[in-house]
Every structure is written in structure tokens, then in C-alpha cells.
């Protein structure tokens, strides 16, 4: 019999690469969560900031409306995101659609359009990381960023890296953490949910999960970068931990030992939401809470049958 898993954690990362909000609940959309990634801080050229270039956005935190994350709230004159950083005034950013937009803005593989957020925004950013800067936000309204097709074929995500949604589990943390010389926060690896489980990395073999009757597909598993090495409470990014430890039991040499080893490290499983088989007529968005029930449908065979 399969064990109730529940969500214990949902988080939401307005701004690309800045510190998360830990929310009772969220609205799930094609794109991800409902203002997950929505924001991002952009150089002179147009091109994101993230903490693999500046470590220091770990410690710009986010406030969003305690109503922003009921499903059918719309913002008004006076709703508002508010950004804080160590050493910096206070920062607030009208929620209502902006009337700026900004050209030739690139991330990664895309390139496009995204509404602009002024000059007090652009100067903030610009004092706080000491070189140009402006904050930019995602327009769904003309712009569509697709995630790898290889992968998953007609799903698109805002500013996340790759996928829509990273799923993570708080047995996966404990099991890295007994091998680390000093324990690291689950802050460390973003996820967008958390779930409670019992075996350490069993969320690697999830193909297909239900949240209500929202149905998720298993994208493959989460590749990290360097990010996970810095300290989101100092934003100062440390020499090995804990990828060294990481390399030791989640490479792709130990976990796919018949693939050609390319040198990475996983953690977390990414998805998305298949609104194709979702048992509602409205399909656009729909919400999950903290303490809802998981059910796996469908499992993959072995870690070395995964996606990655």
C-alpha cells in the first residue's frame, strides 16, 4: 500500500534568484505557480542576474499581499510587491500591469520582451548590486518561454530556470545532511514544494502525481548548479558543500552508471502540471495547500531509467 504523502511546504519566488516566500497556499498555472518567478533583475544589456554571477540577491527578500495567493485575487491601485535587501531603503512595486516595456531581454536560450519597472526599481537594483541594473517582469500576455521540448513538449514556464514546478522532500534533506560536515537548510535548493515522506530521494521515481485533481507529470531530475553552495542567510557562496557530498551518492556516474557520466548532481524532481487531465472545466488555475494529500499514480521502474 502506498504511504499519504502530504505537502509540508509550498514556496513562491517572486523575484528570479531572490529569497522565497513560504506560503499556506498557492495557485497552480500552466507557467508554475501563480507569481513564482515573475520578476527578474536584468544587466545593462538586458541580460538575468542570478546567484551563480551575484550571490548577494539571496538576501533581497519579497513580500507579496496576503491575498495575492487566493485563486481569483485581482490587484488594485494600492497592492503592491515590497523588496528589502540589508542596507537599502524599502522598495515597492505596484502589482498592476505596468505601462513600460522592456526590449531585448534574455535569459538563458530566450530572448524577448517584458514589462519594465521604472527607474526607482532600476536604481534600487542598481545601488544594491553596484553595477546597472533594472528589474523586469514577465508578460504572458505576448511572450512565451518554452521549457525544453525534449522534455516537455508545449509546457512553458515565466523566469525559472528550465520547468514549471520542483518538487523536493524533507527525507532528502535529511539523508544529505547526515553526510555533510554541517547540516544545509532546504533554502538551499528552491523547491516549489515540499512534500513529507519517508524514503530519502523517492520523489526521483514519482512519473505521475495527483494534488487534488490537479495531475503533475515527473519532467526529469533537477541538474544543480552552483547555487546550492551559497549561503541564502549571508549570501556568500562556499567553496565545495554540499555538491562534493552530493557528487558521492547523486551524480549521474552513481546514479545512471550505463549513461555517459557528464558530472552532474541531482536534487529534486522537476514537473508539470498536465492540465490536459485535469477533471475540471476550468482548466486555467487552481489551487493547492499546505497539508494536502499526494497520491502517485505512476512510478518509474529505477533512478536509472530518469530523465535528466
Known amino acids: 500500500m502506498e504511504e499519504a504523502v502530504k ?25 508554475g505557480f501563480q507569481w513564482d518567478r515573475y520578476w527578474l533583475v536584468v544587466n545593462y544589456k538586458g541580460r538575468a542576474y542570478t546567484q551563480r554571477v ?21 490587484p488594485t491601485n494600492n497592492s503592491f510587491l515590497v523588496v528589502k535587501a540589508p542596507g537599502m531603503s524599502q522598495l515597492k512595486i505596484p502589482l498592476t500591469k505596468p505601462s513600460s516595456v522592456a526590449e531585448g531581454v534574455s535569459m538563458w536560450e530566450w530572448s524577448g520582451s517584458a514589462f519594465d519597472e521604472g527607474e526607482e526599481a532600476a536604481k534600487w537594483f542598481s545601488d544594491y548590486l ?18 525544453p521540448p525534449e522534455f516537455a513538449a508545449g509546457y512553458s514556464t515565466t523566469f525559472a ?11 532528502s534533506l535529511d539523508q544529505l545532511n547526515t553526510l555533510l560536515p554541517e547540516p544545509v537548510p532546504m533554502n538551499r535548493f528552491r523547491p516549489n514544494i515540499l512534500v513529507d515522506i519517508s524514503e530519502p530521494f523517492g520523489e526521483d521515481l514519482w512519473d505521475e502525481i ?31 558543500e554540499p555538491t562534493e557530498t552530493l557528487m558521492k551518492f547523486r551524480s549521474d556516474n552513481v546514479l545512471m552508471p550505463d549513461k555517459k557520466p557528464r558530472g552532474k548532481v541531482f536534487f529534486g ?14 482548466k486555467g488555475k487552481k489551487t493547492i ?20
Not at 548577494?56 to 499581499?65: G, M, R
Open 289 to 308: 495547500k499546505v497539508g494536502d494529500t499526494i497520491s502517485v499514480l505512476r512510478k518509474i521502474p529505477s533512478r536509472a531509467e530518469a530523465a535528466v
Open 161 to 171: 530556470d528550465m520547468f514549471p514546478f520542483l518538487v523536493a522532500s524533507q527525507a
Open 7 to 31: 505537502i509540508q511546504s509550498l514556496f513562491i519566488y517572486p523575484i528570479k534568484s531572490c529569497r522565497g516566500i513560504s506560503v499556506p497556499q498557492a495557485t497552480v498555472t500552466h507557467t
Open 54 to 74: 551575484e550571490p548577494k540577491l539571496a538576501l533581497v527578500e519579497s513580500e507579496l499581499p496576503k491575498e495575492a495567493f487566493l485563486e481569483d485575487w485581482e
Open 130 to 147: 553596484g553595477k546597472q541594473s533594472r528589474l523586469v517582469r514577465f508578460n504572458k500576455e505576448t511572450e512565451t518561454r518554452p521549457a
Open 210 to 240: 495527483k494534488i487534488n485533481d490537479l495531475i503533475f507529470q515527473g519532467v526529469r531530475l533537477c541538474s544543480r548548479c552552483k547555487v546550492p553552495t551559497v549561503n541564502q542567510e549571508t549570501g556568500v557562496p562556499g567553496a565545495k
Open 269 to 282: 524532481k522537476e514537473m508539470v502540471w498536465n492540465w490536459n487531465l485535469t477533471n475540471s472545466e476550468d
